[in-house]
């Protein structure tokens, strides 16, 4: 067997989990100062089962756990694993892996498994005892342990060998024994005190069962003969009681006639009383119904008025239709005229056209004859102008060249406007731009703000999500806390249940009565169970219900006496107890007298305990019987007031349960038993059931709302998730907001630049309208030039011309003259066109008023139309409103009848009630007489009551079961001396113990056991001292043969690593080795013996080392921890305690914790611990066997 794995987290500065594998030999764990490699060693010693705080270097347990960092946490848990192999089933375990874990938390709770079991620490240590493996053992050893084994303490010493003997296991089953037999011991002395005790008892016990006999005898006697004296007295009082009860049945008889009577009248009275109301709703109706009609008129009076009105506003418009068609026709009329006017003009304007057209023909043939006369004459005229018209066509050419001028000016001027209106447009589309640019700026802005938004919103639902997630977290926990209380209720419910199936409180007697009628079904159809069962109580009143049925509670209620004979046999034949019985047939009511009632009326929260209990009805009379004569208050100054006044005739009970008895004495004290009684524990039962349902309803309400709470945490998610994708739609639209925004700040830019173009065209137009002007001016030069030539030749051509001048005149005359003729025709035809234009003009303003003419008429023929509904719709209504008028009569005068009816039925009703009052009083009179006889037969009842609670309380008897026993005796007086001779001789008998005879019987019982118990403790008392003894012996022998293999390897060893010198155990008292103190002996080489504390540190260390490897070589562990304890040696034993080590690891497996560079180079294996993050340790290099040599040199 050997340690396999090591598992660590959070404890000490390992706050990672870290895993270290070992294999068997010898393995080295290396690490800086302040690594904390050493707190390897604590975990394996902490899993082990240590449990001091400070041999773990802490100050508290919680220590251990990681504190934290300044960048790290602190944990809450610390856990640590120890893997041993168990191939070789060292253990008696069936597995070959043994896992021992150890957990603690910061609250102090501490937890131990094996192999993922929860033990107990006891189970581990016993499980390694005797192994070497352990907290106290060799099998961990630190340089705090090298001082304790060279310690003057004995104790200290001690643990250590005897771990190596192995007698850990004897040392403890011996100290187990010596425990047991010390309890032993403690038990007989107690069992001889109590022997002692019961033997006092046993002598005054029997005399006392003797007079107990005597008295049980004289009793039964006494109860026969006071039984038939309280029989006599009840059958006398029943004689009265039966008279008086047949005169209350007649008075009772006349009383239900009367009764019937009154009925009758009430009847018939309420029926009047039905019928005036049913006029009064009559008359109500009527009254709303005259109201209603009212309206009716009223409305129908509005419309006949409305219809009215429209019929007058259809007059008016009919006639101004026909004033306005007439107006049309007088139009139509002077159009006519005006037409037949421009038509006879135009035939007058035809008639000149052909007049002036005959004369211009005439005067163009004239002209013709002059023209051809003048031909000659003009030629040379011709040559004259042709010169004019040479110079003309160039002044033509010139002015062509102007006009073009002109037209180019005209069209730079157009271009100038149309290059003005495209800058405007271009300006215009800059402002639309501009308001584009404006307007895509608050769109992005509305966006981006709907962003922002929503980024908020879901912020918010994040928040709401992770409050609701604490919610359903604090809601989880709370339904868990729910079931948990669920859980306890119904667990408490259950073993009250238990409780009550076992009948718990009550009697040994009573609960075998119950038994006995489950397993026989012939005594169980006849038992209906015990009082305690058969009634409900209201919370609060348990302790004074049950006071008030005192042992009555535990009575059984039989269906008669037959049945209750019947188990009081079966009790008798099994030997089974007394029980008290009562049977439905036997047990009469009783009943509180009217007299008492009044007296308890006059007290505030005085209540009859028979009226707080609720029971089926057949055994009402049994509760009667028990509780009808029992009344319950608040505290015992409400009751002795009470009692006062009911001169001690009832008993009161307090709600804590103190009594005043009838007649007078007192009960009450402290209650031991409170909270714990019969019906207590049915009323917690019935809170229980309550509360687990109520709880129940809660925790699945608080189920419910968890499972609302998840359902509305994935709404939340998926709101989450929509408004992401809302937010990635919104996204979407600001950066295609962004592309136009940009896009329109470009076309900005583009139509500046148009606008920047158009400016300079609009300055080249002006230059170039300039250029224009100033060449128009040089050809107007040009021009006059030409002009002033023509005037020259001008002159000549009019000398040219005077010859002709006269021709030339008739010509002009001629020409003159038709042009003129010309001209008129010219104006003659414009005025045929004028008056054709007219004619139209005139002929469409009569086809318009055609149209308009017939517009109206069809208007006129609809109004016509709606006058003829208006009157229809005016006659029905006039008809309406005489309709209505006659049914308000009617109304009217059903409303006068039917309060006329109302006014006989109330003078009926007046006198019905005046004989229903006579028939009262008679009622009232045979009341007065029934309640005096009952005040006498309540009295009488008193007495029989008296009687029968005497009976009960004296003898526990009921009348049925008094009439069994009693027996015919003739003489009344012999009686009364038997009775009184009775009572003397019961009294001379002194103060009687009633279960004197059944405590003598338990107590010679209880003697006799005990006596058998006394004899079996001596017995194990002798027992326990033999195995103790053996023990002791087997130790002696164990201890002392491994002692001197101990003692003869420890000089060896001692030899070997010194290099010589002497050492020797020595037992102070060989005769008592178990106890007696060891002394370890040390003379290093060369020098003399001496006390172990004047060596010197490396010197105590090599000392005790070699008593480890003395007790290894006798007792090897499966392996051994050694954190250190080199450090004081040299180099040189360093090397020999390696090779030391090295030799013994072939039996012993060995984990050293060290910094020495001999011991590293002796190991088979290294582990690496470093901490590279202040405050945690980090396991950095793992089984280094392969480059242990370069590491250590290096």
Excluded at 813 to 839: C, D, F, G, H, N
Excluded at 1100 to 1105: D, G
Aim: charged fraction near 30%.
């Amino acid at each position: 067997m050997y340690l396999k794995r090591l598992e660590i987290q959070g404890f000490k500065s390992f706050a990672n989990k870290i895993e270290m594998n070992f294999e068997q030999g010898f393995t080295a764990v290396v690490g800086p100062n302040g690594s904390g490699k050493s707190n390897i060693s604590d975990s394996i010693r902490w899993v082990l089962g240590e449990q001091s705080a400070k041999s773990l270097r802490g100050s508290k347990m919680e220590d251990i756990i990681f504190a934290g960092t300044a960048k790290r946490k602190a944990l809450g848990m610390a856990e640590v694993s120890l893997t041993l192999d168990n191939s070789t089933k060292m253990f008696p375990l069936d597995y070959n892996e043994i896992t021992i874990t150890r957990r603690v938390y910061r609250s102090g709770e501490s937890e131990y498994f094996l192999n993922k079991s929860s033990c107990r620490l006891k189970d581990i240590r016993e499980m390694l005892m005797d192994t070497g493996i352990g907290k106290d053992g060799y099998s961990i050893i630190g340089q705090g342990r090298i001082d304790e084994i060279l310690s003057s303490k004995s104790e200290d010493k001690r643990q250590v060998f005897e771990e190596a003997v192995g007698i850990v296991k004897y040392k403890t089953r011996k100290e187990e024994s010596e425990k047991k037999l010390q309890n032993t011991t403690e038990n007989l002395d107690r069992v001889k005190d109590i022997l002692s005790e019961l033997e006092k008892q046993l002598n005054p016990l029997k005399k006392q069962s003797e007079r107990a006999e005597s008295y049980k005898r004289f009793k039964e006697v006494l109860l026969r003969l006071e039984v038939n004296l309280f029989i006599r007295e009840i059958d006398k009082i029943d004689g009265e009681l039966k008279h008086i009860q047949e005169q209350i049945e007649v008075l009772n008889h006349s009383h239900i006639e009367q009764k019937k009577e009154k009925e009758q009248f009430q009847r018939q009275l309420q029926n009047m009383k039905n019928h005036i109301e049913e006029q009064e709703q009559e008359i109500q109706v009527c009254q709303n119904q005259h109201h209603h009609i009212e309206n009716q008129i009223e409305k129908k009076g509005g419309h006949v008025n409305l219809i009215h009105e429209k019929i007058l506003n259809n007059n008016e418009n009919i006639k101004r239709l026909d004033f306005e068609m007439a107006k049309i026709n007088e139009d139509k009329i002077q159009l006519s005229i005006q037409l037949e006017e421009r038509l006879k003009k135009f035939d007058e304007i035809c008639i000149q056209i052909d007049e002036v057209k005959n004369d211009l023909e005439k005067k163009s043939d004239l002209l013709k004859g002059l023209m051809n006369q003048s031909e000659l004459e003009e030629k040379n005229i011709e040559d004259s102008k042709s010169m004019i018209i040479d110079m003309l066509n160039q002044i033509s050419e010139k002015k062509s060249e102007l006009n073009s001028l002109k037209t180019l000016k005209k069209t730079i001027d157009d271009r100038k406007v149309q290059v003005q209106q495209t800058g405007q447009a271009h300006q215009e589309n800059a402002i639309e731009n501009q308001n584009m640019i404006v307007t895509l700026k608050e769109k992005k802005t509305s966006v981006s703000e709907k962003i922002r938004f929503i980024n908020k919103n879901i912020i918010e639902k994040h928040e709401l999500l992770e409050n609701t997630l604490r919610k359903s977290k604090q809601l989880s926990i709370e339904v868990e806390a729910a079931k948990n209380s669920i859980n306890y209720k119904t667990s408490r419910k259950n073993i009250l249940m238990e409780m009550e199936r076992e009948h718990e409180g009550f009697h040994k007697s009573v609960k075998n009565a119950l038994g006995i009628c489950k397993k026989h079904s012939e005594l169980d159809q006849g038992i209906y169970g015990v009082v305690a069962d058969l009634l409900q109580v209201p919370k609060g009143y348990e302790i004074a219900i049950e006071v008030a049925l005192g042992s009555a509670i535990q009575n059984i209620v039989s269906r008669n006496e037959y049945d209750a004979k019947k188990l009081i046999e079966y009790m008798k034949k099994y030997n089974l107890g007394r029980v008290t019985i009562l049977p439905l047939t036997a047990i009469k009511q009783r009943n509180i007298t009217l007299e008492e009632n009044r007296i308890i009326q006059q007290h505030e929260d005085v209540k009859v305990a028979y009226d707080l209990v609720d029971c089926a009805n057949e055994f009402k009379t049994i509760f009667s019987n028990l509780l009808s004569r029992v009344l319950i208050v608040e505290n015992m100054d409400k009751g002795i007031k009470v009692a006062q006044n009911l001169n001690h005739r009832l008993r009161v009970v307090t709600i804590e349960g103190d009594v005043l008895n009838i007649g007078g004495s007192l009960t009450g004290g402290s209650n031991s038993n409170k909270g714990t009684s019969i019906l207590s524990r049915k009323r917690e039962l019935d809170d229980l059931n309550e509360l687990i349902k109520k709880e129940t309803e809660v925790y699945k309400q608080k189920e419910s709302q968890l499972n609302s709470l998840e359902g509305h945490i994935q709404a939340i998610q998926e709101e989450i998730s929509n408004v992401k994708e809302e937010q990635q739609q919104y996204k979407i639209e600001e950066a295609t907001l962004s592309n136009q925004l940009d896009q329109s700040i470009k076309e900005e830019q583009q139509i500046k630049n148009l606008i920047s173009q158009v400016s300079r065209e609009l300055k080249q137009l002006i230059e170039t309208a300039n250029e224009t002007d100033v060449k128009s001016n040089m050809i107007q030069s040009e021009i006059q030039c030409l002009e002033m030539k023509i005037e020259n030749i001008q002159e000549k051509l009019n000398q040219m011309q005077e010859l002709m001048h006269g021709e030339k005149q008739k010509v002009e005359a001629i020409s003159s003259e038709i042009t003129e003729r010309k001209v008129k025709y010219a104006s003659i035809e414009e005025q045929k066109k004028s008056v054709l234009q007219e004619i139209e003009t005139v002929q469409d303003v009569i086809r318009v008023s055609e149209e308009g003419l017939v517009e109206k008429d069809k208007e006129v023929k609809g109004s016509r139309e709606k006058f003829a509904d208006f009157e229809k719709e005016l006659k029905q209504g006039k008809l309406s409103l005489q309709e209505l008028n006659k049914e308000l009569k009617e109304t009217e005068n059903r409303l006068s009848i039917t309060r006329k009816e109302k006014i006989d039925l109330l003078q009926h009703a007046s006198q019905q009630q005046e004989a229903l009052e006579n028939i009262e009083r008679v009622i009232s009179e045979l009341l007065d007489s029934i309640h005096k006889l009952d005040v006498k037969r309540t009295r009488l009842e008193m007495q029989q009551q008296s009687v029968y609670n005497k009976l009960w309380d004296d003898y526990e008897l009921t009348y049925n079961k008094a009439i069994e026993i009693k027996e015919e005796t003739g003489d009344l007086t012999g009686s009364v001396k038997e009775i009184k001779d009775l009572k003397e001789k019961i009294k001379a008998l002194g103060t009687i113990n009633a279960d004197a005879t059944e405590e003598y019987i338990k107590v010679k019982e209880r003697h006799d056991f005990l006596n058998q118990q006394q004899m079996d403790l001596d017995q194990a008392q002798q027992s326990l001292m033999k195995i103790i003894s053996d023990m002791e012996q087997t130790m002696k022998q164990l201890f002392v043969t491994q002692f001197k293999h101990i003692k003869k390897n420890f000089n060896e060893v001692f030899i070997r690593l010194f290099g010589g010198g002497r050492a020797d155990l020595i037992l102070e008292d060989p005769d008592n080795p178990l106890s007696c103190g060891i002394e370890i002996v040390a003379q290093p080489p060369g020098k003399k013996l001496q006390n172990l504390s004047l060596l010197s540190g490396g010197e105590r260390a090599l000392t005790a080392i070699s008593l480890l490897f003395a007790i290894l070589l006798v007792k090897p562990s499966p392996f051994c921890i050694l954190d250190e304890i080199e450090a004081a040696l040299d180099d040189a034993n360093v090397h020999r305690f390696a090779h030391f080590l090295k030799d013994l690891s072939v039996d012993t497996q060995f984990i050293v914790v060290t910094h020495r560079k001999g011991t590293m180079e002796n190991a088979d294996e290294l582990y690496g611990v470093t901490m590279e993050s202040e405050g945690v340790s980090q396991l950095v290099s793992v089984k280094l066997t392969e480059d242990k040599n370069n590491t250590i040199a290096s």
